[in-house]
Every structure is written in C-alpha cells, then in structure tokens.
C-alpha cells in the first residue's frame, strides 16, 4: 500500500510513531479528538507514555505543551481548527508564542472539509490569525508526501508552529522524494500566462485547473506554498514579474491568509493585478464541499475562470 | 541556597525586600505593589530555606521550578532571583525602563532564574502542570511550584488545570494561592466570589492546605508537607495581607496598581514602609 492510500490523519499518526522511536520526547497531546486526529489508536497502542489526553480542555493542552516544550519534550498538540486556533488564541499567543516555546499546534478538518459539523466548527480564518502572530511558522501541506516532511520538520526545529491537518484521504501530488523547506514554495508546473498561488487543501484543486487550463491554451506557473509564513517572497515576485498577474486559492477567507500574503508582497515588491479565490469573509455552514465552492466561487471551474480572465484569454 | 532560619535576619531581609520592591515599582513610576507585597515571606521561603537551585545553573536540570502564573508580581521574584545571584542586582532599578530586560510582568526570555513566561491569567498553573508532567516522564525528583492569584482563580482555565494535575496524579506540583481577598476591581468576595476555596481544589482532586503567609514556620512547614503529598497535587492557600508591609497600601484595593506620577508620590509611597533604614542595593 503506497503512502498516498492512506488518510492524512492516519499519516499523521503513523509519522508520530515514528519520531517517537526516533526521539523520546516527542510527546502528542489531544484534546478528546484522538480518534478524529488519527492518533487513537495509533499512537495510544504504539506509545502510551507518550499521548496525554487533556479532555475538552484545549486552553489547558496548550497551557500543558508549553510546560512540556519547557522542559525540552517536543509536544504535538491537535484539535478541531477551530478549536486549536481561535478558541486558545491567547493561550497559543502568550504561553506558545510570546513566550517562544517550542510547541506544534495541529488544526485538523481545515475550512470546508468540517463539512458536516458545519458553521461553528468550520473556520476559514486560522491562517490569518496565526499568519499575525510574531515567531510563529504556519504550514498547510497539500498531500501525505508533505505532511510527513513537515511533520519531520517541526519535530527537528526548534519553532513555535501551527500546521493545518487535513483528515481524509487526499490525491497525492508529490511523492516519496518530497523534501520541505519553509522557506521556499515549490512550483508545481511553470507556465508564463498566470500565476497560480495555492495552499494545503486547494493544491490538488488547483493542480486539476492548470490541467484544463493547459487545454485551453493558458500556461499557468502553479506555485505552492506548504508554508504561509514564513512566506517566499522572491518566487511569487519573479513570477509575477513574468505573467504579470496572480490569482491565489485557499480553504480560507480571502481577508488576511494566502492571499493577504500575497497583497501584502505584491504591493510592496512588485505591484500586480491580483484575484482572490477563497471564502468571502462568511462564516461556514453545514454543507459538502461542492456547494462551498460553488457558493463562494473557489472550485476547479472558478479557478480556471479567473485565470483566464486575468490572463486576458478568455 | 537552602539556608538555616534565623528569624531576625529573615524578617530583616523581608522588610529590605518590602522597601526595594516599593522603590523599583515607583522608579517605574507605576506597578503592581500589593501583589507583590503580599508574597514576600512566601517567596524568600521558597528560595531560601525550600527550593533546590542554583544560580550559577540557572538551567539545571534537576532544579526546582516555580511558575509565578500572576506574572504581575515579578519584582518580588526578580528581587529573590538578584538576591540568590541570578543576575546582579543593579538589573533592578531597571524595571520597566525601554529596553529593559526585567519587564513588569515575569518573563523567562531574558531573566536567568525565571521558569515560565507569564502574564496572561490563568494559564501558569496548565503550564507548570506539563512541566510537573514533563519531569514525572523524565523520572525527575523536583517538585514544581505554581504561585497563582485569588483574583486570577476567577479564570476557567485553571480548573481545567486542576482537573488536569488530579487526573494525572502530578504529587510533584505544589500551587500556592496568594489569598489576599482582593481584586483588581474590589474584595474577591464581592468581585465575583471564591468560596467555598478549599472545597472547590477537594472537589477537583487536590490535597488541600491552608497557611499564614507572612509566618515563617508556618509557611516552611506547610510547604514542606505538601511536597510530602502521594498521588495528587497540593494546594495551599496562603492567607496573606496585599500590601503587606507599606501602609500607604496595606489591604487596599487600590494597592493593585500604584500610579506614582511626581516625587511626592514617590515619597509617600517610600515613606509609608514600616522598615524603611535600607540602602539599595543598586545606587
């Protein structure tokens, strides 16, 4: 069985044991969504003296990771994003970040796939809010080959970090010679017409709409970002500077994440006509994803439509 | 530094502290006096005659911890750190200064001795419970302390730690509550009541003590036994008076946050110590 026929949760657990053989101190805290995080029974059954079950008590899990990466353990924490963002953000800002200690905070079901558990759990604004905080790294990865690479990652630097965990089964989009570097987005396919920025959940998206798009006679330099911060700036400036215009895409609102970053560098570095896809600063609701992306126009035949229009070859 | 009592010296050095701490926080031209006031004799216990530290080590694996989760009491803990010789003790007249690094809320980024970065209530107690945690997986024989407030006990988040150390049998945290009964914004019991306290830290799982926190042998004794405890964490209310020791503050609300704006103030605030014959230790 291939890596890409697993969940990305069970990824998730299974790359946790095996830091765990690696490294005693890596330590997976949950807040009675173990099962959900794909930890339980993986990591439970493989490492007991490691999982630490704080309840439903996710202010107090990462108050307890800070006290663990104190002391030199490496602790993994994992809840809903909904919860492991918004809900601690003081907690993560003051005992986490402010403090600077060495704790991983794992946002799982990202935006649209909450799907069923609808408009309070579905966060679109976890990006944004921990793009904000000083000292903090931010890390959606797209596929298996990623997640495992980044989970390496924040196990090996010492770096206060929050990564979005997707949980079901997603289409690869690399594969096992992937290596991470938060410091670089990869190109995912290189073309000189637009520039498409994408991240975590709507890479493989995206991947779909240059395929079209290549039919249709659009070359599309595809960039994705595993990491939304740090961000690198001098790939999407260098692209930009040739295609002369971006359309980003993310499992978000379009105010303050990818395509804030986005703005942001743009403005300042090289100034570019740009277009947001993502959710438009609404809450989410109970619904399947294809009617999220047909409501705030982020699926495939939008992503498409606006590269055309951007590119000018519609 | 574990040291011999001697109660003259201790009540000495108690009152140098009262007065060092009243003339940092006025040097700053603002603080919180009360708060730190009331945890003189607690703390100077703590690291006098209790704590296995060393200065010279401030990272010492095997040391005891404190974690002061009302992180606006740091010049009482600054002032113990320079006082063990963490750091010199010419750091603090420089509380709050720009560019400082002692700032008014306890910080271990930049102060050698401290163990924990604090200042939001209510997340100390979670923190020095993965700590007590951390040091159970590592087979450590330390105990970590926690040093919370009365006012700060109104922060859910504590309860979720207390159900937390009870439910993972951390014997090796010890919590003091700084029971002054007053809050920023009046009495606890009027803010937004406490009691029954010793009954709700029952209720959650935890051995109970209670203490007079300005009496030396109750404090070390107190101390003492609830480091003794098996199988559940401790907590000990520490009955203290805010302000302790300054009687332009001493059991006043308004001893939360002094605002010392002219050398008239400065002087009232100087001159309202009961012992008041010190030098600074920084001039």
Redesign the interface.
Known sequence: MALHDNEMRAVYGMTLNQLMDENRNV?CLEADLSKASGTNPRVVEAHP??F?N??V?E??M????????????I?FCASFTCFASRRVY??V???VA???LNVKVVGTAPGVTAGPNGGTHMSFQDLAIMRVMPNMHVYSPCDVYELRAVLRHMAAAIQPTYMQLIRPKVPAVFDESYTFDPESAVRVSRGDDITLVSTGYMTHFARHAVEQLAGQGVSVDHLHYPSVKPFDAATLVESAARTDGVVTVENQNILGGLGGAVCEILSEQRPTRVKRLGVPDQFGEVASEEYLFEKHGFGVRHIVQACRELAGKV | MNQDFDRQAFDRLAAEWRYVITDMICRAKSGHLGGALSLVEIVLTLYWRIMRVDPKAPKWKDRDRL?LSKGHAAPVLYVALAYQGFFPKSWLKTLNEDGTRLPSHAD??FVPGV???T??L??????????????R??DGDHTVFCIIGDGESDE??NW??A??AA??GLDNLVAVTDYNRLQIDGFTEEVMGLEPLADKWRAFGWQVFEMDGHDWEDIYTTIREAQAVKGRPAMILAHTIKGKGNLAVEGRPESHNIKVPDAEAYAKYMGALVERDFELPYC
């Open positions: 330590v003296d490691n630490v704080a309840g008590a202010a107090d990462i108050g307890v990771a800070a006290g663990l990466a104190s002391e030199g353990k602790p003081d907690q800002t003051i005992s402010y403090a600077n | 974690v271990a980024r163990d924990m970065t200042g939001s209510g997340q100390g107690l979670s923190c020095a419970a993965g700590a007590a945690l951390a040091a997986m590592d859910g988040q979720e730690a159900m937390f439910h993972h």
